[in-house]
């Protein structure tokens, strides 16, 4: 006996059983994503005045790949009504597409990490911050020879069996006396920071960070939302890159089977659209 | 018959279907829904035997504290290092080795975590669910059999990380199978990263087996086989399988970010100002301790009826077959089913009274969990009332199903204290607790799927295990499992902590000498820390029968006389025996509920679901379809 | 969508998934608009949530219903999704509501 209803719909639910098998499997990824949401509302809701940052990411970039992806979602769907239509070339092409707008994902999300990683913090001794890129820092070995670097490299690092030790750091950025005044900018207006280099020497100070998930709770939740979500984004790419290259050739035996399949991929692939439709304005605007 | 011109057409896709693979493909990587359910049997059959273990090892530290480990002491030297030190006598001679406090901790919570994760819900859930659910539904294969294999794999995979764990620097993860932050979190050591990631692993084996189970009986129900023709174990099978599904990621999401905590230094579940040994820890902090809590526990309770509702279904089936009733109230059952599955997402947080929780929400959960057991009552009465007036057949599984229902009764009443919000203030922490769920999952569940074992055998192998053997193995399993959880909820009751390295000694009773009155525990309750142990022990002992049948009968058990040998009604006695590749010769065809047992009338006392209202079952040559 | 629609039937959806698409982009360029507005009380920003959210579930609507095909969809999926849409309200509510500062008994 075959498995029935892998191509045509079973006629009491009215759906082949792929779909069924996707929609439950959507149905445990809101759960999933849910309990980040409420996470995020829960560590948000909790976080003490002046340390949850607003404005934090870029709103441009964050723009840029919104509408990337909604331009991928509208050329998934034109690529399932090709085949419905037998266009089998103007599939090809709206895949295509699609795929390259999940490249384009991914490379504007890695520029944004790139730029949190470079972005440090400074507490110094006497309680203030400095806030701002990595402009360079300035390391010492024994005999005092100074070394300029463009990365940080910590407090002290070793290469070649020498040991280097910090002498100042460089940011480029914004000296501030609160917390609250490099978090929540916007709430002070009059106030406007320019931003400069500033030079800390390492004596000055307490801690030095970089905006990695480990700087505080929102770059925590930052990083792993668009982190979890940019697994799908990967996982759904790979799904849609094989049904386009190898997998396409199921096209000429089952070309139903195929569409089915296509359908299937593209509602994954709506869902991790969807995802995205939230974690925009949370994270970036508001 | 779906044969059709068009499926021949595209026959070569299907073309594993038709030639014989090999070993490999047949044992190992096998996509046939009925090696893929004995794959998961004998694989968490050995997990569980294996969490079984590591218990009856901290049995020996909780009787006899600080004393060499026999049999087994310098095997656990050698393999695990300084977890199990050696002990030396006057003359600096090593005479034995012990278990240290760490190791105990590792093992109690490694024993959770495998006897849940990865004994009983892939024994009930996937075993089960994957051989027996498709042929009572008369369904050819599971919907998805490629993910079927997929969610094995996973599941191995996931075994394996917790097994390594072991033998990691540090061991393995030692903060319970709850995993609690900031206690599972701060340690230097690796376990805690395997146990997450393992989890993972297990997790997307579940949801990809849930994803399965339920298209599967949504989609692959043969003509006929409505809803209410279900057989109970196919609902149990797919309430179960929502709950997997819908709870788990809950938990995922919680494990991502616990994983985050431990290698990218993040704080989600560290809150501001946490101190560890002295020091304020080097965090960020402004995470949630009860965040953890609050996501582990949305799975948790869940969790708890996918252990149990297998079980109930595996019961009912057998208590049908063996009454020769029909089951009393199958409409009840059903609705009961679906009613456990629904609250169980929201009773989660009567776990957590003791984390200070409001009165307004401790209310609302006191309130939701007292409902809750209205359901699981109706399901437990509606059993014993099965069994009235029936003429039992005493064989070994209905022996398991009948110690089912008190056992099980046992367990859920002594759940109540536990529910209301102010007894619980008292017992939780206590052997009590230990005792309360050990009789639901243990002399339960545990039971309900032996009784499973022995009741699908003749199907799976075609041959019986030995009833004398089973008898044995049931009569001796079911007085060591009351000796070992009866008297924990007498130490419970007197307030002995359960998490205590050395079964509470530190706290033994002292008689104060002014008044009389003993302050801390008593000694007596402590001394049944060694009865129980000895009960433990001998328990193991009593599944040596069970082993050696289990084995000893796939060659050499009495072959069964017809592919129907306990004259059921249901599915999947109407296939060859065992059932072939595609399980049935023709498409069944449904005519009838499941449990028609001594309807008046009919010449026998059975009558199959795919018999027709007059004469013998008959291939039905064309589909309605 | 079921699959028996013809070739014409579809192609009429394409007019339906474009203005989708449009609607998608416009929402997205209001919402960071919005974003530089202040909306409700001085010193709550539950007004700029508010906005934000309206405009993000009316996009997951768009994708949902009409990209995912919700709106024409099969009775089981809906009750799928209505499980799923009642669990994931408890979790989030429950969880927010026993965590909330005022419900949480501090031992002294």
């Known amino acids: 006996m075959e498995i029935p209803y892998t191509v045509k719909p079973r006629p009491d639910t009215g759906l082949y059983n792929a779909k069924v098998g996707i929609w439950l499997f959507l149905a445990s990824e809101v759960m999933l994503f849910g309990a980040l949401f409420s996470a995020y509302i829960l560590l948000r809701v909790g976080a003490s005045a002046g340390t949850w940052p607003h404005g934090l990411l870029n709103v441009t970039l964050g723009t840029i790949n919104t509408i990337v992806l909604i331009t991928s979602s509208i050329t998934v769907v034109m690529a399932w009504v090709s085949l419905k239509l037998n266009q089998f070339g103007k599939f090809k092409m709206y895949q295509a597409i699609t795929l390259l707008c999940a490249l384009a994902f991914l490379g504007i999300k890695s520029v944004e990490y790139k730029d949190k990683f470079s972005h440090y913090q400074i507490i110094k001794k006497d309680g203030t911050y400095v806030d701002g890129h990595m402009h360079g820092a300035t390391y010492l070995d024994k005999e005092g020879k100074s070394r300029e670097e463009h990365k940080f490299h910590g407090l002290s690092f070793k290469e070649n069996n020498v040991e280097y030790s910090l002498k100042e750091v460089v940011l480029n950025g914004i000296e501030a006396a609160q917390l609250s005044e490099i978090n929540e900018p916007h709430k002070d207006k009059e106030h406007k920071h320019e931003h400069k280099n500033i030079s800390v020497p390492a004596a000055e100070i307490q801690k030095i960070n970089n905006y990695g998930p480990w700087h505080n709770t929102y770059m925590a939740i930052y990083f792993t939302l668009t982190g979890l979500h940019a697994l799908h984004v990967i996982g759904g790419a790979l799904v849609i890159g094989f049904l386009w290259g190898p997998g396409a050739k199921m096209w000429r035996t089952e070309p139903e089977r195929f569409t089915n399949r296509i359908e299937v991929s593209g509602l994954f692939w709506h869902f991790v659209d969807l995802v995205w439709i939230f974690l925009f304005p949370v994270l970036y605007l508001l | 018959m779906q044969h059709t011109n068009h499926d021949l057409h595209h026959g070569h896709d299907h073309d594993h279907a038709h030639h014989e693979p090999g070993f490999w493909g047949k044992y190992v990587f096998s996509t046939d829904h009925k090696v893929i359910g004995i794959q998961y049997a004998i694989t968490a059959l050995v997990f569980l035997f294996f969490g079984f273990s590591l218990m009856m090892l901290m049995r020996w530290q909780l009787a006899y504290p600080g004393k060499a480990i026999p049999l087994v002491g310098s095997l656990l030297h050698n393999m695990l290092g300084d977890a199990a030190p050696g002990i030396t006598d006057a003359s600096g001679k090593i005479t034995g080795y012990i278990m240290s406090a760490d190791l105990y901790n590792a093992f109690g919570a490694m024993h959770g975590t495998i006897m849940v994760f990865l004994g009983i819900v892939p024994l009930a859930f996937a075993a089960f669910g994957n051989f027996v659910v498709p042929l009572q539904i008369g369904a050819p294969d599971m919907a998805f059999p490629r993910v079927n294999m997929a969610s094995y794999q996973s599941f191995v995979v996931g075994g394996v990380i917790m097994l390594v764990s072991f033998f990691i620097p540090g061991g393995a993860a030692s903060a319970g199978w709850t995993s609690y932050s900031p206690l599972a979190t701060l340690g230097s050591t690796h376990g805690q990263t395997f146990w997450i990631i393992g989890m993972v692993f297990l997790i997307t084996s579940s949801l990809l087996g849930a994803v399965n189970f339920i298209a599967t009986i949504i989609q692959m129900r043969a003509p006929g086989m409505n809803w209410m023709r279900l057989p109970f174990f196919v609902w149990a099978q797919f309430v179960t399988a929502f709950l997997l599904l819908l709870a788990f990621p809950p938990l995922e999401a919680a494990a991502v970010m616990q994983l985050m905590d431990k290698v990218a230094h993040t704080s989600f579940f560290l809150p501001t100002g946490l101190v560890v040994s002295g020091q304020l820890a080097n965090i960020s902090g402004g995470g949630s301790p009860l965040l953890w809590q609050h996501l582990f526990w949305f799975l948790g309770h869940p969790e708890v009826y996918v252990l149990i509702l297998p079980a109930m279904g595996i019961v009912c089936e057998i208590i049908a077959n063996n009454t020769r009733k029909p089951i009393w109230g199958y409409k009840s059952l059903v609705y009961s089913t679906l009613a456990i599955g629904f609250l169980s997402f929201i009773v989660w947080a009567h776990h957590m009274y003791l984390t200070g929780m409001g009165t307004k929400i401790s209310t609302f959960f006191q309130t939701t969990t007292m409902i809750i057991s209205i359901p699981s009552v109706i399901i437990l009465t509606c059993f014993f009332i099965s069994l009235w007036g029936g003429s039992i057949r005493f064989n070994t599984p209905m022996l398991f199903c009948l110690a089912f229902l008190p056992m099980f009764g046992i367990g859920g009443l002594t759940g109540l204290p536990l529910g209301f919000n102010y007894s619980d203030l008292f017992l939780h922490d206590t052997y009590y607790v230990i005792a309360h769920f050990h009789y639901i999952v243990a002399p339960g569940t545990i039971f309900a799927l032996f009784a499973g074992i022995y009741y699908w055998y003749p199907k799976a192998t075609g041959r019986h295990m030995s009833e004398f053997w089973g008898k044995v193995h049931f009569w001796l399993s079911f007085l060591f499992m009351n000796l070992i959880f009866q008297p924990m909820f007498v130490q419970g009751m007197a307030g002995l902590n359960r998490r205590l390295y050395d079964g509470g000694a530190t706290y033994a ?60 009604t249901t599915l999947e006695w109407q296939t060859p025996t065992p059932p072939p590749h595609g399980n049935f010769l023709t498409e069944p065809h449904v005519y009838r509920g499941p449990y028609e047992y001594s309807v008046p009338g009919h010449g026998k006392d059975f009558t199959p679901q795919n018999e027709p209202e007059h004469g013998a079952p008959q291939p039905i040559p064309q589909k309605a379809h | 969508m079921s699959d028996n629609h013809t070739a014409h039937d579809v192609s009429k959806h394409v007019r339906g998934y474009l203005i989708v698409f449009g609607a998608l982009l416009i929402g997205t360029v209001l919402t960071v608009w919005a974003s530089h507005f202040h909306f409700g009380n001085k010193d709550s920003n539950v007004g700029n949530i508010v906005v934000a959210l309206i405009i993000a579930l009316t996009k997951a609507f768009l994708v949902a219903g009409y990209f995912m095909h919700l709106i024409s969809e099969k009775k089981l999926i809906y009750s799928v999704l209505a499980f799923t849409g009642f669990f994931f309200a408890g979790l989030m509510f429950l969880t927010l509501w026993s965590m909330h500062p005022q419900n949480i008994v501090h031992f002294k």
């Open chain 2, 509 to 568: 009773g002292v008689a104060d000498p002014a008044t009389g009155l003993v302050v801390g525990i008593p000694q007596v309750f402590l001394d049944l820390n060694k009865m129980i142990s000895h009960a433990a022990w001998a328990l193991a002992l009593v599944q040596i029968p069970f082993i050696i049948n289990f084995f000893w009968s796939m060659k050499n058990g009495k072959k069964v006389t017809s592919d129907n040998p306990w004259e059921a």
